[in-house]
């Protein structure tokens, strides 16, 4: 069991000297406010149309969706042309019954790099 | 990998985006200053201008080539992390906004620093250009750029917040180099009554555009303690006051007392004022690491969340688990410790923890807490040290070393002492040699801080070093990225984090005041520091996980 020490007496030397400060290792900007399908939500296949709504304004030819398949297979996903700044679109076909997830990763406009998982089932 | 690349590059992109913030800050003051400010009047000798405006003009080539070099770092990294994980070409990166507005502000800067020169007219008016280009690029990658609705209002109002940021915090420093530069008083009255006046209107603007965005961004009470960014928001606002205490100061000052009373004192407050001027600026850059507060519909942390983890209770001290806790014995299920909670531990979503999470945060809680009892001992002691009833306590700064002691036992369970790895078995894994390190720093502050205390070397230049260090850990305390894996539990540790880093610049600048004001004036400072590092101790003390 190993904690780092994290009383700002000892934040202020590390990070200062190591920069191994409070720093969470993760950053965030866009948050994926709606999808289709949902999170945990089930759905009809074979063909599954992919909707996606941010809270910022997308960058979408530099954003990538992959589709996780329940055999662990990997495919990118191609992205339709926005209609809106806000929203991504793409359509996943073939898929057997199972478990998958969706992973993003948007670039705002501001510059920010963000990516998430939208987890759902295929009926 | 791909998600490992972009989780390091969170804090490495919000300290970029701290150093443009700074840098373009100084930009805009610096112009302001060397345009208007310091603009030569009948009533002075042309040549005390003219050692004003040159030092100026240095000082923005400095913060000029520093903006240039973030944004090339920026640009950079930025394009290599999407070119990685979007696995896309740099062709295709070279369109994207913030490589649009990256290249612009690097061009701009490379500009104003080949510019800034005494004796070119001409460049006056360039300057003003060229750092007002560099501001929109700026703004264009600030949260106002990607809003869906209120798009335009949201980007003025950044400008002009972003404006007066500039013109007041980044002019601050150029105010202490003209001051000691100058070296005469009419000099330096004119320029501080010009700069007086400015900062005036900057703090109405600050506040006003300041007030708007929060409107846009926050949206209700509850985000301003239920969200990171309300939290954040929050502690810039606080430090705000602090900035507003100084500067009313200041403002008294320059109306109520003669210029040889005034700018002793006037100089010292306005160093103050960069100081946490600038952390206010650093706080600002963690603050666009986050998404904004009306974003989070379903991740508030209520009052009662909050409430129930920041309450007073009693701190987790006992010998026995800290004992079990370095015996390296991570499950430690059925052990009853003093302050072990009845009901079963849970998470702030209600979820039960695992054994292994319960020992680790137990053992994370009693570390702060250990740790907060030698700050609180270190706050009471300079207190009563101050108060002159009792010398012995000048040795406040001996606890240094018992932190020392408890980072080198209590840092890592595994390893030497208590841990089964030997010292040299550890001593090159480099967390290990980060505490030792660290504890041979406490070391160094206790000795030399005895020293200052003990042989009164307070107007030794060194003795600016731990207030310093103080400061810069608070600001650090303040500036860094968060992730939305649990948003909850990094708003919950925030809260408690937030303002000891607050308090930390709080002592860290007030000991500095302490340090450099006219002796009669440093009662107050001298006791401001030492009440915060109470106020942390007992802030360390009442730090929980769960």
């Given at each position: 069991?190993?904690?780092?020490?994290?009383?700002?007496?000892?934040?202020?030397?590390?990070?200062?000297?190591?920069?191994?400060?409070?720093?969470?290792?993760?950053?965030?900007?866009a948050?994926?406010?709606?999808?289709?399908?949902?999170?945990?939500?089930?759905?009809?296949?074979?063909?599954?149309?992919?909707?996606?709504?941010?809270?910022?304004?997308?960058?979408?030819s530099?954003?990538?969706?992959?589709?996780?398949?329940?055999?662990g297979s990997?495919q990118?996903?191609?992205?339709?042309?926005?209609?809106?700044?806000?929203?991504l679109?793409?359509?996943a076909?073939?898929?057997?019954?199972?478990?998958?997830?969706l992973?993003?990763?948007?670039?705002?406009?501001?510059?920010?790099?963000s990516?998430?998982?939208?987890a759902?089932?295929v009926? | 990998m791909?998600?490992?690349?972009?989780d390091?590059?969170?804090?490495?992109?919000?300290?970029?985006?701290?150093?443009?913030?700074?840098?373009?800050?100084?930009?805009l003051?610096?112009?302001?200053?060397?345009?208007?400010?310091?603009?030569p009047?009948?009533?002075?000798?042309?040549?005390?201008?003219?050692?004003?405006?040159?030092?100026?003009?240095?000082?923005?080539?400095i913060?000029?080539?520093?903006?240039?070099?973030?944004?090339?770092?920026?640009?950079?990294?930025?394009?290599?992390?999407?070119?990685?994980?979007?696995?896309?070409?740099?062709?295709?990166?070279?369109?994207?906004?913030?490589?649009?507005?990256?290249?612009?502000?690097?061009v701009a800067?490379?500009?104003?620093?080949?510019?800034?020169?005494?004796?070119?007219?001409?460049?006056?008016?360039w300057?003003?250009v060229?750092?007002?280009?560099?501001?929109?690029?700026?703004?264009?990658?600030?949260?106002?750029?990607?809003?869906?609705?209120?798009?335009v209002?949201?980007?003025?109002?950044s400008?002009?917040?972003?404006?007066?940021?500039?013109?007041?915090?980044?002019?601050?420093?150029?105010?202490?180099?003209?001051?000691f530069?100058?070296?005469?008083?009419?000099?330096?009255?004119?320029i501080?009554k010009?700069?007086?006046?400015?900062?005036?209107?900057?703090?109405g603007?600050?506040?006003?555009?300041?007030?708007?965005?929060?409107?846009?961004?926050?949206?209700?009470?509850?985000?301003?303690?239920?969200?990171?960014y309300?939290?954040?928001?929050?502690?810039?606002?606080?430090?705000?006051?602090?900035?507003?205490?100084?500067?009313?100061?200041?403002?008294?000052?320059?109306?109520?007392c003669?210029?040889?009373?005034v700018?002793?004192?006037?100089?010292?407050?306005?160093?103050?004022?960069?100081?946490?001027?600038?952390?206010?600026?650093?706080?600002?850059?963690?603050?666009?690491?986050?998404?904004?507060?009306?974003?989070l519909?379903?991740?508030?942390?209520?009052?009662?969340?909050?409430?129930?983890?920041?309450?007073?209770?009693?701190?987790?001290?006992?010998?026995?688990?800290?004992?079990?806790?370095?015996?390296?014995?991570?499950?430690?299920?059925?052990?009853?410790?003093?302050?072990?909670?009845?009901?079963?531990?849970t998470?702030?979503?209600?979820t039960?923890?695992?054994?292994?999470?319960?020992?680790?945060?137990e053992?994370?809680?009693?570390?702060?807490?250990w740790?907060?009892?030698?700050?609180?001992?270190?706050?009471?002691?300079?207190?009563?040290?101050?108060?002159?009833?009792?010398?012995?306590?000048?040795?406040?700064?001996?606890?240094?070393?018992?932190?020392?002691?408890?980072?080198?036992?209590?840092?890592?369970?595994?390893?030497?002492?208590?841990?089964?790895?030997?010292f040299?078995?550890?001593?090159?894994?480099?967390?290990?040699?980060?505490?030792?390190?660290?504890?041979?720093?406490?070391?160094g502050?206790?000795?030399?801080?005895?020293?200052?205390r003990?042989?009164?070397?307070?107007n030794h230049?060194?003795?600016?070093?731990?207030?310093?260090?103080?400061a810069?850990?608070?600001?650090?305390?303040?500036?860094?990225?968060?992730?939305?894996?649990?948003?909850?539990?990094?708003?919950?540790?925030?809260?408690?984090?937030?303002?000891?880093?607050?308090?930390?610049?709080?002592?860290?600048w007030?000991?500095?005041?302490?340090v450099?004001?006219?002796?009669?004036?440093?009662?107050?400072?001298?006791?401001?520091?030492p009440?915060?590092?109470?106020?942390?101790?007992?802030?360390?003390?009442?730090?929980?996980?769960?």
């Amino acid at each position: 069991m190993r904690r780092a020490l994290h009383g700002p007496w000892i934040s202020i030397l590390l990070t200062i000297i190591l920069l191994n400060g409070f720093s969470q290792p993760a950053w965030a900007h866009a948050i994926l406010m709606e999808s289709k399908p949902a999170i945990h939500s089930s759905v009809k296949g074979p063909e599954v149309a992919i909707w996606l709504r941010f809270n910022v304004r997308i960058d979408g030819s530099r954003s990538r969706l992959r589709l996780l398949a329940p055999d662990g297979s990997q495919q990118a996903l191609p992205l339709a042309k926005q209609e809106n700044p806000d929203i991504l679109q793409s359509q996943a076909s073939g898929m057997k019954p199972g478990a998958y997830t969706l992973q993003w990763q948007v670039l705002a406009s501001d510059g920010h790099i963000s990516r998430g998982e939208v987890a759902f089932t295929v009926t | 990998m791909m998600l490992k690349l972009v989780d390091v590059f969170g804090y490495l992109s919000v300290i970029l985006r701290a150093g443009t913030l700074v840098f373009q800050s100084l930009l805009l003051g610096g112009v302001l200053f060397v345009l208007w400010i310091a603009r030569p009047t009948s009533e002075i000798a042309d040549g005390n201008f003219a050692k004003v405006q040159s030092s100026s003009l240095r000082m923005l080539r400095i913060a000029a080539i520093g903006l240039a070099v973030v944004q090339a770092f920026y640009l950079y990294v930025n394009s290599a992390v999407l070119m990685a994980t979007a696995e896309i070409g740099l062709r295709d990166v070279v369109g994207a906004n913030f490589f649009i507005s990256g290249s612009v502000i690097f061009v701009a800067a490379t500009l104003t620093a080949a510019l800034a020169r005494p004796g070119r007219k001409l460049a006056a008016i360039w300057l003003a250009v060229l750092v007002t280009v560099a501001l929109g690029a700026s703004v264009m990658t600030n949260h106002a750029a990607s809003r869906m609705e209120g798009r335009v209002s949201l980007i003025i109002v950044s400008s002009l917040h972003e404006l007066a940021t500039g013109f007041w915090i980044g002019g601050l420093p150029f105010l202490v180099l003209g001051l000691f530069v100058s070296g005469d008083r009419p000099t330096q009255w004119y320029i501080t009554k010009r700069f007086s006046r400015l900062a005036l209107v900057c703090v109405g603007v600050i506040v006003a555009t300041g007030i708007g965005m929060s409107l846009s961004y926050i949206g209700s009470w509850g985000a301003l303690y239920g969200t990171a960014y309300g939290v954040m928001v929050s502690a810039k606002a606080l430090m705000l006051g602090a900035l507003m205490v100084l500067g009313g100061v200041n403002f008294l000052l320059l109306r109520n007392c003669s210029p040889d009373a005034v700018m002793p004192r006037l100089r010292r407050l306005v160093e103050a004022e960069v100081g946490i001027g600038i952390t206010i600026i650093l706080t600002a850059a963690s603050v666009t690491s986050q998404p904004p507060a009306v974003d989070l519909v379903n991740d508030k942390v209520t009052a009662q969340q909050a409430w129930s983890r920041i309450k007073p209770t009693w701190p987790r001290l006992g010998i026995e688990a800290l004992a079990q806790s370095s015996a390296n014995t991570p499950a430690r299920d059925g052990v009853q410790t003093d302050s072990a909670p009845k009901a079963p531990p849970t998470s702030v979503d209600g979820t039960p923890l695992s054994p292994k999470n319960l020992a680790d945060i137990e053992e994370s809680e009693l570390n702060h807490h250990w740790m907060g009892l030698l700050v609180l001992a270190m706050g009471v002691l300079a207190l009563l040290a101050r108060s002159g009833k009792a010398k012995w306590a000048e040795y406040w700064p001996l606890l240094l070393i018992g932190i020392a002691i408890f980072i080198i036992v209590r840092a890592d369970s595994e390893a030497w002492p208590l841990g089964p790895q030997s010292f040299w078995a550890t001593c090159l894994r480099p967390e290990d040699l980060q505490h030792r390190l660290a504890a041979l720093v406490c070391i160094g502050f206790a000795v030399f801080e005895l020293r200052v205390r003990k042989l009164k070397l307070e107007n030794h230049p060194a003795a600016l070093a731990f207030p310093l260090m103080c400061a810069l850990g608070g600001a650090l305390l303040l500036t860094h990225s968060h992730n939305l894996t649990n948003i909850k539990e990094e708003l919950l540790a925030e809260l408690s984090h937030v303002p000891l880093g607050i308090l930390a610049v709080f002592a860290g600048w007030s000991r500095w005041l302490e340090v450099r004001l006219p002796a009669k004036d440093r009662a107050v400072p001298a006791w401001i520091w030492p009440a915060c590092f109470v106020l942390i101790g007992a802030g360390l003390l009442n730090y929980r996980e769960m």
